[in-house]
Nanobody, 127 residues
C-alpha cells in the first residue's frame, strides 16, 4: 500500500524560505515524484517533479530559480526547498508519486498513470 505524507508548511513573510518534506512508503515500483499546488480559485499546478531513476527534474516557470527539489539517498523522501517566497506562492502543496512515461504528458515527469497523493500542507506567504 502506497503512503504519502507531507510536512513542513507554515506561515512565512515575503522573501522567506520554507522546506517541505514528503515521505513515501510502499512505492518502490513508482518512477516519478513531485510537488503540486492548489490555490483558492486557481487551477492546480505542477511546480516541480523528479525522476526516482535518474537526475531528471522539472520546474514550472513560476518557481524556477527559487525552488529546488531533491531526494534522499533512499529515494523515499523528497524535499522542496522554497526560497524567495512570494504572496502568490500561497497555496496548499501536495506531494504525489506515480509511474511516468517520458513520451507522455505535459510535463512527462509530473504525469502519472496512477497518482498517489498526500494530504497536503498549507503554505501561506504574508507579512
Amino acid at each position: 500500500q502506497v503512503q504519502v505524507v507531507e510536512s513542513g508548511g507554515g506561515l512565512v513573510p515575503p522573501g522567506g524560505s520554507l522546506r517541505l518534506s514528503c515521505a513515501v512508503s510502499g512505492a518502490l515500483h513508482l518512477s516519478g515524484i513531485g510537488w503540486f499546488r492548489q490555490a483558492p480559485g486557481k487551477e492546480g499546478e505542477a511546480i516541480s517533479c523528479s525522476s526516482r531513476l535518474d537526475d531528471t527534474t522539472y520546474y514550472a516557470d513560476s518557481v524556477k530559480g527559487r525552488f529546488t527539489i531533491s531526494l534522499d539517498d533512499t529515494k523515499n523522501t523528497v524535499y522542496l526547498q522554497m526560497n524567495g517566497l512570494k504572496p502568490e506562492d500561497t497555496a496548499t502543496y501536495y506531494c504525489a508519486i506515480g509511474r511516468y512515461d517520458p513520451d507522455y504528458g505535459d510535463p512527462p515527469l509530473c504525469s502519472y498513470d496512477k497518482t498517489y497523493w498526500g494530504q497536503g500542507t498549507q503554505v501561506t506567504v504574508s507579512s
